[in-house]
């Protein structure tokens, strides 16, 4: 899935969750009035438990985004796919109890065939992206905005990161990005689901 399937665009935040950036993007957000999808390394998840309580309770959607952000995670046998997957479920849902975990982002975007044949015998969606401002490169807060505002169209899901290290760039670009296409688009959180 690397569109939203109708008119509204979707943000997507990938890394976190991470005690410095991820709550200034969740200030945005309410700030804003946008809800948005929060793709989720599990190992960080129960120290960030407040975190991810508050994304939440504030309407965004939870995404599964790997136990470690293994980039080969989709070469690894059924086995080994399955578990991580399982094992950051279980960690976000001890967290926040029967919240919808309906979508999995493979870290990298590194797909392979099997992974998502696997995924979607799991009940799982593949999560892709269509806007990519490579943000975890930290190219400059106008690069980031440029990519962002500039390749942004109906249907699109925006990829940017809350957490992965330094999202200082990304932070200042999204006191752009988001009243820029909060004017030209209808923002929403991907569809969560049910648990």
């Known amino acids: 899935m690397s569109r939203t399937g109708n008119l509204t665009v979707a943000l997507t935040f990938d890394d976190g969750p991470q005690p410095t950036w991820t709550p200034k993007v969740l200030d945005q957000l309410k700030a804003a009035g946008i809800k948005a999808t929060f793709c989720l390394i599990g190992r960080q ?107 942004t169209s109906p249907g699109s899901i925006v990829l940017m990161h809350d957490g992965g290290g330094d999202r200082s760039q990304t932070n200042s670009a999204l006191h752009q990005i988001l009243p820029a296409l909060k004017a030209k688009f209808v923002l929403q959180a991907l569809p969560p689901g049910t648990a």
């Open 45 to 151: 998840v129960k120290a960030n438990a407040a975190l991810v309580r508050r994304m939440v309770a504030e309407g965004h959607t939870l995404c599964n985004h790997s136990w470690s952000h293994d980039l080969r995670l989709g070469h690894r046998t059924d086995v080994q796919i399955k578990a991580d997957i399982a094992r950051t479920d279980a960690a976000i849902h001890a967290v926040v109890p029967g919240v919808p975990i309906r979508y999995f982002r493979q870290p990298g975007g590194e797909w392979t065939a099997g992974e998502v044949k696997l995924l979607k015998e799991m009940g799982k969606v593949p999560l892709g992206w269509g806007v990519d401002p490579w943000d975890w490169k930290s190219p400059g807060v106008a690069q980031i905005v440029s990519r962002v505002v500039g390749h």
